[in-house]
């Protein structure tokens, strides 16, 4: 097991994030949140506390998406649903999906099919902490990276107590 | 987690756990119940057969909303406009159905243990809807959803089951669930219509005396007075079990505490249940219906894996 980020870089992996959307969005009135479960939500609790504090006049919208019912390996387990909480509505309006680690794109493709289940976003937009782009199944890229890293495709790569670790097979 | 059964056959032989995972997941369905598109594609390549040998519209409907919001291909059987008509056995109908390719099959039949038999022969998942005077897990599922959602807690809760417990599967799929909970039960009836030593078996109170019940319960849940199951004499007439035994507004007008209503339906309205009692604000029969749907696609989803 090594660790990819500790948690101080892990800290200032998120405060980058934070500002390259602060950028990209200098005001948030049509801009939604939503972090992935499970580990993309404890990325969203950390980013969203940064965003509001920078829009101190404005509520940061933030909820939270489970894919358990969207999976598309479902058969082969049956798994427990997480929580499910988007208290707004999403149409027209800009999607900023969070996760921990984007791998093969699958979490993210099914990610979308639940958000379109809600409504008809203006544009969605993707934020990982951690990219292993060379093992992408789907056509699917972040705009907004922590940290890219080079990995075997037998590795795991998680979120564990505030640090990010890889397991090597 | 996963349960611990590939049978939804009885309340009886599921675990604590079974039940916790049942209903902590019908609280997530209940969420997809009420986005924009109430569905999800979890059950797409799956095929259910609802199979009726008795009559029903709640469940039948419910099963098959929750089959069709989990983008299950559903067939619907009835036995009246169907080939056990003209005498074919159960066995020999669900094996012919089955060699359509159908994975799991939802099933209502008088005879009880008959969804039992039939997962003793056949390889698909089996969710009782009702057999005999056995069991109705799924009621007895949305029904504590139900009571934990209203309450907060099953746990401690104190529950009346009033009425038919005799003829009654949904009074011994609650009162199993219930027990196993964690929260208290009292059978009320008239003598004639509650089993002899259902207190030592069940683990349960007995008390015949309707007020002193309801004095006592947090949660009332009425049954209907199962005329069709009722060979004998029971009680001499609805007008006097209604007089003994039916809630009307100046008895839960004269308890101490506000208690919740419920009943699995279809309520004898002005028997078991008076109009307003049944459709006040203390009675959650609407909501059992909703929490309904949402419990089946949780067993559903549950059962639906490859093994």
Not at chain 2, 102 to 126: E, K, N, T, W, Y
Not at chain 2, 150 to 160: F, Q
Request: with cysteine; proline share 3%.
């Amino acid at each position: 097991m090594k660790t990819i980020l500790t948690s101080t870089q892990l800290t200032e992996a998120i405060t980058v994030l934070v500002s390259k959307i602060n950028e990209a969005h200098p005001t948030l009135a049509e801009v939604v949140f939503v972090g992935i479960q499970q580990g993309g939500v404890v990325v969203g609790n950390d980013m969203i506390v940064a965003l509001q504090q920078l829009h101190a006049s404005e509520t940061v919208q933030y909820g939270q998406l489970d894919i358990t019912f969207y999976r598309d390996d479902i058969r082969n387990e049956i798994l427990t649903p997480d929580t499910m909480h988007l208290p707004f509505a999403i149409e027209n309006k800009t999607v900023v999906l969070i996760d921990d680690v984007l791998f093969t794109g699958r979490t993210i493709k099914a990610a979308l099919d639940v958000l379109l289940d809600y409504g008809r976003p203006a544009k969605v937009e993707l934020c990982v902490l951690v990219d292993r782009k060379e093992h992408r199944q789907f056509p699917i890229q972040a705009d907004y990276v922590g940290l890219t890293v080079q990995t075997n495709k037998a590795d795991k790569v998680k979120l564990v107590n505030k640090e990010v670790v890889l397991i090597s097979k | 987690m996963q349960l611990s059964t590939r049978h939804l056959l009885g309340i009886k032989n599921l675990t604590k756990e079974d039940i916790s995972l049942i209903l902590s997941t019908a609280a997530q369905f209940k969420e997809v119940l009420q986005r924009p598109v109430k569905k999800v594609p979890s059950l797409r390549d799956v095929t259910i057969v609802n199979l009726f040998y008795e009559n029903s519209t709640r469940t039948r409907f419910s099963f098959e909303l929750a089959e069709k919001r989990l983008s299950a291909d559903t067939i619907n059987f009835a036995s009246s406009s169907s080939s056990a008509a003209k005498g074919e056995t159960l066995l020999d109908t669900v094996n012919n159905i089955l060699s359509m390719k159908v994975d799991m099959v939802v099933m209502r039949h008088s005879a009880s243990g008959a969804p039992h038999f039939l997962a003793q022969h056949i390889p698909a998942a089996i969710i009782n809807a009702g057999d005999g005077i056995n069991e109705h897990p799924t009621q007895g599922l949305l029904d504590a959803f139900s009571i934990q959602e209203k309450t907060g807690a099953l746990a401690g809760r104190k529950v009346a089951i009033v009425g038919d417990i005799m003829h009654s599967r949904v009074a011994q799929s609650n009162i199993y669930l219930l027990k196993k909970m964690g929260a208290d039960v009292t059978v009320c009836g008239p003598p004639t219509l509650i089993p002899k030593y259902i207190g030592e078996a069940l683990g349960v109170n007995v008390n015949y005396n309707l007020k002193e019940t309801l004095e006592w319960c947090d949660v009332a849940n009425v049954l209907r007075i199962q005329l069709e199951r009722q060979n004998q004499v029971l009680f001499s007439s609805l007008r006097e079990y209604s007089l003994a035994y039916g809630i009307n507004r100046n008895l839960l007008d004269s308890l101490h505490k506000e208690i919740v209503i419920m009943h699995p339906g279809p309520i004898n309205r002005g028997v078991e249940l008076d109009s307003d009692v049944a459709d006040s604000k203390q009675s959650i029969i609407l909501q059992q219906v909703e929490n309904g749907v949402a419990v089946r696609m949780a067993v559903l989803y549950l059962l639906s894996g490859k093994n």
